[in-house]
């Protein structure tokens, strides 16, 4: 889809049902909505894949190397803190709060 519609369109679509299905996660009544929110999720997802390609496309050829690793960085950065984060605030606020 992202060759038809074009990677940025599909980055934001990706990062816009990532953001509404994670407020709808802490607004769950019970285990299967919170299901069926966490499968819409990932059935949007692919943000860090279309990212990659936008930026090895739109960075000047000089810098690419420069660039990638950055964003490379900052989701093996996201992806090693973000449940340290996230649990302190699941032990601090609660589950629902951690998500809100």
């Known amino acids: 889809m992202a060759d038809l519609k074009g990677r940025k369109l599909m980055c934001l679509r990706a990062s ?3 953001t509404i299905t994670i407020f709808m ?3 769950s009544p019970n285990v299967w909505f919170l299901l069926f929110f966490r499968a819409l999720q990932g059935a949007f997802s692919g943000y860090i894949n279309n990212a990659n ?6 960075a000047p050829k000089g810098i690419q190397g420069r660039v ?3 964003l ?4 093996i950065t996201g992806t090693l803190i973000g449940p ?3 649990s302190f605030l699941a032990t601090t ?3 629902r709060g951690a998500f809100f």
Request: proline fraction near 0%; glycine fraction near 16%; charged fraction near 10%.
């Open 53 to 58: 390609a936008l930026m090895s496309v739109s």
């Open 72 to 75: 490379v960085t900052g989701s």
């Open 68 to 70: 990638m690793s950055k």
């Open 84 to 86: 340290l984060i996230g």
């Open 25 to 27: 996660i802490d607004l």
């Open 16 to 18: 816009g049902v990532m």
């Open 93 to 95: 606020v609660g589950y």
